[in-house]
């Protein structure tokens, strides 16, 4: 084979390994930037109550609402790269509020870990636990959310290891989690993560994948722009 074709060829293989292994997160900065929110004028009833509890005012007039899975790629990268925008500048402020809602598809630990942060809801911990769920986030079902591992975070929270392992070993939550999953399902969520952004009459935008900041910025800040805020 002549020298100068076959070094082509291994260029194009090594451009195509690199583009497949970068692909997971970043899926095209294009995409990213052309990204329109999928604005919708129907009224949206869509049942929290067995969502996580409410981040923020309860009285915010926009809802924020997150459709995920604790072994998600994508959600771990919008937690640390765009979440504590959405925390310092809507919840914070009181201008929204967010409530996470489980879609545990993609392994068996996803939906363990999902009935988890309702046992350490039991002892008043559910966003400590969630946190560090995306925190140690690793391959999905490699083991990082074996029951055994899902027990040392409650270790490291400092809660009752008897009454989280009781709950645990009882599935008290998996009707729940799974109430989510249809609830997801019920209204479109096809992906993780899936966000509706929800005023106060019920009117619903959907914002698909970890999206950046600047995807929410365009989406909230006009419906809350004319809407006095109370602080929490």
């Given at each position: 084979?002549?020298?100068?074709?076959?070094?082509?060829?291994?260029?194009?293989?090594?451009?195509?390994?690199?583009?497949?292994?970068?692909?997971?997160?970043?899926?095209?900065?294009?995409?990213?930037?052309?990204?329109?929110?999928?604005?919708?004028?129907?009224?949206?009833?869509?049942?929290?109550?067995n969502?996580?509890?409410?981040?923020?005012?309860?009285?915010?007039?926009?809802?924020?609402?997150?459709?995920?899975?604790?072994?998600?790629?994508?959600?771990?990268?919008?937690?640390?790269?765009?979440?504590?925008?959405?925390?310092?500048?809507?919840?914070?402020?009181g201008?929204?509020?967010?409530v996470?809602?489980?879609?545990?598809?993609?392994?068996?630990?996803?939906?363990?870990?999902?009935?988890?942060?309702?046992?350490?809801?039991?002892?008043?911990?559910?966003?400590?636990?969630?946190?560090?769920?995306?925190?140690?986030?690793?391959?999905?079902?490699?083991?990082?959310?074996?029951?055994?591992?899902?027990?040392?975070?409650?270790?490291?929270?400092e809660?009752?290891?008897?009454?989280?392992?009781?709950?645990?070993?009882?599935?008290k939550?998996?009707?729940?989690?799974?109430?989510?999953?249809?609830?997801?399902?019920?209204?479109?969520?096809?992906?993780t993560?899936?966000?509706?952004?929800?005023?106060?009459?019920?009117?619903?935008?959907?914002?698909?994948?970890?999206?950046?900041?600047?995807?929410?910025?365009?989406?909230?800040?006009?419906?809350?722009?004319?809407?006095?805020?109370?602080?929490?």
């Amino acid at each position: 084979m002549n020298k100068k074709i076959a070094l082509a060829i291994a260029f194009v293989a090594l451009v195509t390994v690199v583009g497949i292994a970068s692909s997971s997160y970043y899926s095209t900065l294009v995409e990213m930037q052309q990204y329109k929110p999928n604005m919708s004028k129907q009224i949206l009833d869509i049942n929290l109550k067995n969502g996580s509890p409410v981040l923020g005012s309860e009285n915010a007039p926009i809802t924020i609402v997150e459709f995920g899975d604790y072994q998600c790629e994508a959600c771990y990268h919008w937690f640390h790269n765009t979440r504590a925008d959405i925390i310092d500048n809507y919840i914070k402020t009181g201008k929204a509020k967010l409530v996470f809602l489980d879609l545990p598809f993609l392994g068996r630990d996803s939906i363990t870990a999902a009935q988890a942060t309702y046992c350490a809801e039991d002892q008043g911990k559910y966003w400590d636990y969630h946190n560090i769920l995306y925190n140690f986030q690793e391959e999905i079902d490699n083991g990082w959310a074996s029951k055994d591992r899902l027990v040392a975070f409650a270790f490291n929270l400092e809660m009752n290891l008897d009454e989280f392992s009781d709950c645990m070993d009882t599935s008290k939550y998996n009707k729940r989690v799974k109430a989510n999953y249809d609830e997801a399902v019920k209204h479109g969520a096809e992906a993780t993560p899936t966000f509706i952004i929800i005023t106060s009459d019920g009117t619903p935008t959907k914002i698909r994948g970890a999206q950046p900041y600047s995807a929410f910025l365009k989406v909230i800040d006009p419906l809350t722009s004319a809407i006095p805020i109370e602080q929490p």
